[in-house]
């Protein structure tokens, strides 16, 4: 059973920074991974996204500069670096497994929640 679990979301203040991580136990062969964030009465979007072998990475406008997306392949461990946080990165953020290449996810966290106060 593939089980992604999410850890390091709190209560921050604007201009803070927040470390999440991410282990997937389960199943290995992971072809991405991306962290996706849902605010109140917004939709899911993705943030950031890193293909695990290999490296390469894509950010969101909203969070280039800012965020940094990880992964420690040896701990099966994505992990997104967030920096210079301001209250509209407030939501709960998802880690996502892509095994298809697809672009698309097959399996995903429960959430950890990010609140930025002003």
């Known amino acids: 059973q593939v089980q992604l679990v999410e850890s390091g979301g709190g209560l921050v203040h604007t201009g803070g920074s927040l470390r999440l991580s991410c282990v997937v136990s389960?199943?290995?062969?992971?072809?991405?991974m991306g962290w996706f964030r849902q605010a109140p009465g917004k939709e899911r979007e993705l943030v950031a996204r890193?293909?695990?072998?290999?490296?390469?990475?894509y950010y969101a406008d909203s969070v280039k500069g800012r965020f940094t997306i990880s992964r420690d392949n040896a701990k099966n461990t994505l992990y997104l670096q967030m920096s210079s946080l301001k209250p509209e990165d407030t939501a709960v953020y998802y880690c996502?497994?892509?095994?298809?290449?697809?672009?698309?996810?097959?399996?995903w966290g429960q959430g950890t929640q990010v609140t930025v106060s002003s």
């Open positions: 890193i293909r695990w072998i290999g490296g390469w990475t």
């Open positions: 996502a497994a892509d095994y298809s290449s697809k672009g698309e996810y097959d399996y």
């Open positions: 389960g199943r290995t062969g992971t072809y991405a």
